[in-house]
């Protein structure tokens, strides 16, 4: 399977609107971070977890032309807002996409996306076609693709991570709970939040992610959600053996 990554930063980008950090004004292309998501190929299937606020230019830069279905995390905005721009494979091959989401994810989806969901109404424009599957703890399969959900913590909210064989994706925590931890057993490559140095409320901060990542024992971590206040290039020397920060961009054979 490839994994490349669509989004590497958090909610706000980087570089963030009106900030002139040293890492914001950077020239290094890993210190560009679009909002988060990845981009997963196996055989001929193409998935994406989560649409980001940036879904459209990730596609495009990606080179992302088609997509068989489309995994959500959570229902936080940056994992949502490109749901509109689904429209675009539903032109392209005249099909529905379907989503798999956990209940209450689809509610916001279906309240900040109204009207794609309305019945009986003549509309004037398109809307993205869709149909909904609702998962939270059991595994299920995607064209043969195998996703065990991963119970996480985002602060208050519960949040799904996934793990596809040997390879886990794990986003927007500061929790990986003990249901959670058992269904990571035994992965070989880790993807895992890494907000910044300092604490956060709802997510782990760097520290707290490399001592989350000795735990789960991975062969390889990869660190993404990453804010402005973390510079690539002084960040990758100093990370442990076997770990590493993501950028947007990065692909993975795993």
Known sequence: MKVTFLGSGTSSGVPTIGCECSVCTSSD???????????????????VIDTSSDFRQQCLRAGLKTLDAVVYTHHHYDHIAGFDDLR??????????PIYTMPETLGQIQQVFSYAFRQNTVRESSVPLITVHEILEAPFSIGGIELLPIHLRHGSMRVNGYRIGDFAYCTDCNTITDEGMERLRGVRTMVLDALRHTEHATHFSLSQAITMAEQIQAEHTYFTHIAHEICHADVEEELPSG???AYDGLELIV
């Open 243 to 245: 770990m590493h920060l």
């Open 29 to 47: 292309p890993r210190d560009k971070r679009l909002r988060p998501s990845i981009w997963l190929q196996e055989n001929d299937r193409s998935i």
């Open 88 to 97: 675009a494979f539903n032109f392209k091959t005249g099909r529905t996409i």
